[in-house]
């Protein structure tokens, strides 16, 4: 079991994110990378811009770590037993590739109501401040949702480049992570990462929420799937997981997902980025 001890909870609520937890070895870690570079190899541009959400309908075992009870028992301390799962990103920056997270707030776009959901980010390689970790603004999740400008600039993974300005960067927290372990944050709280100046890729596998049950999508629709304990609340429409590698009625199902996901992600808004 890996429910958080009382200092990792006091830390999440102090600081808005706690870090590292071990979920899986390195050997398990290499597996899921070879199966997301396997996917990457037979489907050339299945996983790229707005195909990397949602992954975990496609892949046995990103579907595995998903539902891994390690990151239930730890996501169970902070939102309650009663867990949705309401997508995935996969988080891929290459070598020598200028990608990079502007500082931004989950909340901001995501359509999650009230907060009670909170991000799982898996290390599927080791991140680190050289290749471009998660950086947090500790303790910004107590204030209140900031100004996002919206750059849509070249090289940032966000989908309309938001950014909040004024953020103290030398005092950010870089997550450091081991491939197998994990981190969970807030959805208030102020974090985006640097480029990957390493020689390999920096992957993170990102569990974009889980939610409490009596969490609403108030921009949209998201398909969600039962992670732990009854949803008495069924406020979403529930969707099955994997049934194989690359299953063409999962695919489908990828797709359909993600189409509704833009819709959330860019209500309101005039231009549309590349994620
Ligand atoms: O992977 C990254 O560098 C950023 C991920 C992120 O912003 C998130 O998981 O909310």
């Not at 920056?93 to 799982?120: C, M, R």
Request: charge should be positive; charged fraction near 25%; proline fraction near 3%.
């Amino acid at each position: 079991m890996s429910y958080l001890s009382a200092n990792q909870l006091k830390q999440y609520n102090d600081k808005g994110f706690v870090s590292p937890i071990d979920i899986f070895s390195k050997n398990r870690a290499n597996e899921i990378r070879k199966e997301i570079e396997l996917i990457e190899e037979k489907m050339p541009g299945e996983l790229n811009k707005s195909g990397r959400y949602n992954a975990h309908l496609i892949s046995p075992l990103l579907d595995d770590v998903t539902h891994n009870s390690k990151i239930l028992d730890a996501v169970q301390s902070v939102i309650g037993k009663n867990i949705l799962v309401c997508g995935t990103t996969l988080f891929i920056k290459n070598a020598n590739e200028k990608g990079f997270v502007s500082y931004h707030q989950d909340a901001k776009y995501i359509g999650l109501k009230p907060y009670n959901w909170v991000t799982a980010w898996v290390a599927i390689t080791d991140s680190n401040e050289h290749n471009g970790c998660m950086r947090m603004w500790s303790g910004s999740h107590k204030g209140s949702l900031k100004n996002h400008k919206q750059m849509f600039n070249k090289g940032n993974l966000l989908t309309r480049g938001q950014t909040v300005n004024n953020v103290p960067t030398d005092k950010t927290t870089p997550l450091i992570l081991k491939a197998g372990q994990m981190s969970l944050h807030h959805p208030m709280v102020v974090h985006g990462s640097d480029l990957n100046k390493s020689n390999d890729r920096r992957i993170g596998f990102v569990i974009q929420s889980y939610i409490s049950t009596s969490v609403k999508q108030v921009l949209g629709k998201n398909g969600v799937q039962i992670a732990r304990g009854n949803d008495q609340f069924r406020y979403h429409n529930v969707i099955k997981r994997t049934s194989g590698f690359l299953n063409n009625d999962d695919i489908k199902l990828k797709l359909k997902e993600n189409s509704d996901l833009q819709k959330i992600f860019y209500r309101g808004s005039e231009k549309k980025g590349e994620y």
